[in-house]
């Protein structure tokens, strides 16, 4: 069974740091990776998709990597801003059984003004 | 656009009573899922389908049931409600075969007492 770990899981860091937050899972036999963002009492916010013959995409200050071999995607914010304050999830969509997505239990980020 | 909408947004149920959550999506997605949020849990899949005409169980099925109505409309029963079913409920939808990007709704709040 798919176990997807994220550490830690809450982080606070002041603003204009860059960020690295972490996705660890236990099966490599994936299709692809997504990272969210999710505000409070909000729904899912898709960030990035990145499928399993990529090794990282990028959408402005984001920019997330994905290394099955080791089981691990980071999703990396620079220069971070308060507004970027949310939980952050990833989810992870193995090969064969396209529909069965596991998701991680996410990182709480604060960023200080 | 709206995406993928949700009804209602909150609803308070009295252990036993049934209801339907309604979900929407106008993004022409062949598969919708239901997912339930529970704090510590992260988000775990309930039913989903992934084409018009069928549905499949998830990882927590139990107590549930699904009506794929057509392709824009995918709802969820609860048909005795109890007090371990009190969660927050998302609906997603993704495109097929690629790259099955899910997108969400912005969830109901349920609370069963």
């Known amino acids: 069974k798919q176990e997807v770990t994220q550490i830690p899981a809450a982080l606070s860091v002041p603003e204009g740091e860059n960020l690295v937050l972490n996705c660890s899972f236990t099966?490599?036999?994936?299709?692809?990776l997504q990272w969210f963002r999710q505000d409070p009492g909000k729904g899912l916010t898709s960030l990035l998709l990145?499928?399993?013959?990529?090794r990282e995409q990028t959408s402005g200050r984001l920019n997330a990597s994905l290394d099955k071999s080791s089981g691990r995607s980071t999703l990396y914010i620079a220069a971070s801003q308060p507004g970027d304050s949310a939980t952050y999830l990833c989810?992870?969509?193995?090969?064969?059984?396209?529909?069965?997505?596991?998701f991680g239990t996410g990182t709480k980020l604060q960023v200080i003004p | 656009n709206a995406g993928v909408t949700q009804t209602p947004k909150f609803q308070v149920l009295k252990t036993g009573q049934s209801m339907t959550l309604q979900c929407a999506q106008d993004?022409?997605?062949?598969?919708m899922y239901w997912y339930r949020q529970d704090p510590g849990m992260g988000l775990r899949l309930i039913y989903y389908?992934?084409?018009?005409?069928?549905?499949d169980k998830g990882e927590v099925p139990n107590g549930y049931n699904v009506s794929r109505l057509n392709k824009r409309e995918f709802s969820l029963r609860l048909e005795s409600a109890a007090p371990s079913q009190t969660s927050v409920y998302f609906c997603?939808?993704?495109?097929?075969?690629?790259?099955?990007?899910?997108?969400f709704g912005p969830g109901t709040r349920l609370t069963v007492t």
């Open positions: 990145i499928q399993s013959s990529q």
């Open positions: 989810a992870v969509r193995l090969s064969g059984g396209y529909q069965k997505v596991t």
């Open positions: 389908s992934a084409s018009e005409g069928t549905t």
């Open positions: 099966d490599s036999a994936i299709y692809n």
């Open positions: 993004m022409n997605h062949n598969s």
């Open positions: 997603a939808s993704s495109a097929q075969p690629t790259p099955y990007e899910q997108y």
